[in-house]
């Protein structure tokens, strides 16, 4: 039944941070003065009705006051901001989410294990290094290593740093696959990048264009599945 609270709360989340927040409200929020404050009270106060209502402890007013408390302070620190920046977004859902576990273990009494323990089991970081070395130190490597075959207008139709990012969510994805043991979505990702990258570099004048994408692609495969099998192999022992 603790799990349960934890899932109404976050559905209540869902539901008003999402389906019933409309565009009037979202607008209301980032705008000036009074008005503002009046919509982030009126968003925080939908929030606040259904985790209230969903969860049915109508006995526990900690409930209503911590999710309208937060929920506002938290939402009136990102209409400061007033950033449509993709990180913006996610710091703000985390603080949310961190709020609703620390609210569902304090009234149901459950343990999150905060001491630190889970941090001396080396498999853990093991997986956490694999997973950061999939970015950035990567991207770095494949730069440097498919540089000399660059095309010289490689990125006059480009999307700013599409590239990268590509790379970035293909390599988690396989060594996410890898770790869960679904090795076939590996085919699956390849097959529809190879749909969508190479099916327009057919013609003859393009086999430089699609050289390059191969080694690449293929270059970026590697490293994540040499990753994957790393962390497998640790999890495995």
Not at 39 to 55: C, E, F, M, R
Not at 74 to 94: A, E, G, R
Not at 105 to 119: P, R, S
Not at 212 to 221: A, E, K, P, Q, R
Request: aromatic letters at 12%; proline letters at 2%; hydrophobic letters at 50%.
């Amino acid at each position: 039944m603790n799990i349960l609270i934890l899932i109404k709360l976050l559905v209540a989340h869902i539901i008003g941070d999402f389906f019933l927040q409309t565009d009037t409200i979202c607008e209301g929020k980032n705008s000036k003065g009074f008005r503002r404050l009046i919509y982030l009270a009126i968003h925080s106060g939908i929030n606040t009705a259904l985790a209230y209502l969903l969860v049915g402890m109508l006995e526990c007013w900690l409930i209503p006051v911590v999710v309208f408390v937060t929920h506002y302070i938290i939402d009136y620190v990102k209409s400061c901001v007033n950033s449509k920046d993709t990180w913006v977004f996610i710091i703000d859902q985390l603080a949310h989410v961190t709020v609703i576990v620390l609210l569902w273990a304090w009234i149901t009494d459950t343990q999150l294990c905060l001491n630190g323990d889970w941090l001396s089991d080396y498999r853990i970081w093991v997986v956490a290094v694999c997973y950061l070395l999939a970015l950035k130190p990567s991207s770095i490597l494949l730069g440097t290593f498919i540089a000399k075959w660059t095309p010289k207008e490689n990125d006059k139709n480009s999307l700013p740093n599409a590239g990268s990012w590509i790379g970035y969510l293909e390599r988690v994805l396989i060594l996410t696959f890898m770790l869960v043991g679904c090795m076939e979505g590996i085919g699956f990702l390849l097959a529809a990048k190879s749909v969508f990258r190479f099916g327009e570099l057919t013609k003859a004048k393009e086999v430089k264009i699609t050289e390059y994408v191969m080694i690449g692609t293929l270059s970026s495969f590697t490293i994540a599945i040499l990753l994957g099998a790393v962390a497998v192999k640790v999890l495995g022992n």
